[in-house]
């Protein structure tokens, strides 16, 4: 996908000031209004919310006044509402980013974001093994079509599940960047973009979730910050699941069965089912971008890529989803493909795959889909735009990056009541990171 160095998405931002006059109607609250700073309209203060509690001097004949008789307290607690109890600031609280701008005003920011740039990548093996070339890497099948109407339970009793490997897999990452010498004194961050494939909010990678947090609201998620040398360095904090259910165990091995599918295999003759597929085995490449006024690189799991005829080659994802009806279709244009557009638009990969499958495991068809045509596609159903996500990634990257102190470690969170992310302060950096700086100091003097 051809990406243009420091692509301008908007014009200038001619936001204009509006003054109210007093008999004017108040405007309704935005929709991305925070309960602070100067975005969003907040209700107006009780007058009598400071009434007193002590009783009428003047006796009354008629009973009980509408006051509270000598001895009882105030009324505690008036508009408690037990869904939302009053919010506890933690006590390890350091700053808090309130959303106040609209998207009407995010839609008209200008923000720049640089065509990304492979630098190096790595592959995992079966064994566990991570070598720093694309051994990994699988052919897209083209012919994909054809294998319609496969069971996708096919295998099942021999899939081997995706191990959590913790930050180990931004400690491969790490091991790469000092394996390929990649300079890091410019870089403002360094994070992973995995390749998950359930795509909850809160398994996102960091980069990720502060992209889809510009409309997904409602999906708590936290993130380990680090600040060494000048690079902050993102990492992912799992949150808590419920245990994984047969379904789920089936669906989540139904992606990786059509990746399978969709990909050549020289060690699966013709005609011979699909077995022992190990999620643990990945490909991942090394990127380089930048976002407004800050440098990123990441590493990006790629699943396959193409080879046209003129030799050029260029990444595919795939993904899996239910077949869509009329119920579901909006759904799936307001929050899967928000999520396909930005693991794609990230790491510059210019073609989606998507396998769509019936309830019971079946793929019923295919679709290819351009990246970079999808934003139009659901522009014009005013569902999303990718400039929003943009914007509003540059306004936390910009906070977060002029917040956090060197040698400090922080924990980035978004949770109810989702009005404002938080930052707090982390009682350690992951072995990982530390010892990453130590081998990468060693690594510099040696070149000196």
């Known amino acids: 996908m051809e990406f243009p160095p420091d692509l301008d998405l908007f014009g200038d931002d001619d936001e204009e000031d509006y003054a109210q ?15 602070g700073g100067g975005g969003g309209v907040r209700p107006s203060s009780s007058s009598d919310s400071s009434r007193s509690s002590s009783p009428s001097n003047s006796s009354s004949s008629s009973g009980a006044g ?27 609280f350091v700053s808090e980013l309130l959303f106040t701008s609209s998207e009407e005003t995010l839609s008209r920011k200008p923000v720049q974001f640089q065509e990304p740039s492979e630098f190096a990548c790595y592959s995992r093996l079966e064994t566990g093994e991570v070598f720093f070339d694309d051994r990994s890497l699988r052919l897209f099948k083209r012919l994909i079509s054809e294998d319609v109407g496969a069971d996708l339970n096919e295998g099942f009793d021999t899939f081997i599940e995706k191990k959590d490997l913790g930050s180990q897999g931004f400690g491969d990452l790490l091991a790469c960047i000092r394996h390929k010498r990649i300079p890091l004194e410019n870089m403002h961050f360094v994070t992973y973009r995995n390749n998950l494939n359930k795509l909850n909010v809160s398994l ?57 599918l969709a990909t050549e295999d020289p060690t699966r003759d013709d005609g011979e089912g699909i077995h022992h597929i190990d999620a643990n ?21 790629m699943d396959c890529y193409d080879s046209p005829d003129d030799g050029r080659k260029f990444y595919v994802e795939l993904k899996t989803s239910r077949e869509l009806d009329y119920r579901t279709e909006e759904r799936y244009e307001r929050e899967k493909l928000l999520k396909f557009w930005i693991q794609s638009f990230l790491a510059g990969v210019p073609y989606i795959v998507v396998g769509f499958r019936d309830d019971s495991g079946r793929l019923v068809r295919t679709e290819r889909m351009r990246t970079k045509e999808i934003n139009q596609r659901v522009k014009m159903k005013n569902y999303w735009q990718g400039g929003v996500c943009l914007a509003f990634a540059d306004e936390v990257l910009c906070w977060l990056y002029g917040t956090v102190k060197e040698g400090e470690d922080y924990i980035l969170q978004f949770a109810p009541p989702f009005t404002r992310l938080e930052l707090l ?20 003097s040696d070149m000196r």
């Open 425 to 444: 302060l982390a009682n350690s950096c992951p072995d990982e990171i530390t010892h990453h700086l130590e081998l990468y100091q060693q690594m510099q």
């Open 281 to 301: 085995v990945e490909y991942c490449a090394v990127i380089k971008t930048k976002l407004g006024a800050h440098r990123i690189l990441m590493g990006a799991e």
């Open 66 to 92: 509408i006051l509270p008789r000598p001895g009882y307290p105030p009324r505690q607690n008036y508009g408690f509402n037990p869904r939302f109890p009053p919010a506890i600031r933690d006590e390890r």
């Open 21 to 35: 006059d007093n008999d004017e109607e108040q405007p309704k609250q935005e929709e991305y209004g925070g309960d």
């Open 204 to 260: 996102l990678p960091p980069i990720m979730q502060i992209l889809a947090t510009a409309y997904i609201r409602n999906e708590p998620w936290e993130m380990g910050v680090h600040k060494r040398k000048g690079v902050i360095y993102l990492g992912v904090h799992k949150l808590p699941e419920r245990p994984k259910t047969e379904l789920d165990r089936r669906r989540c091995y139904w992606g990786y069965c059509f990746e399978t």
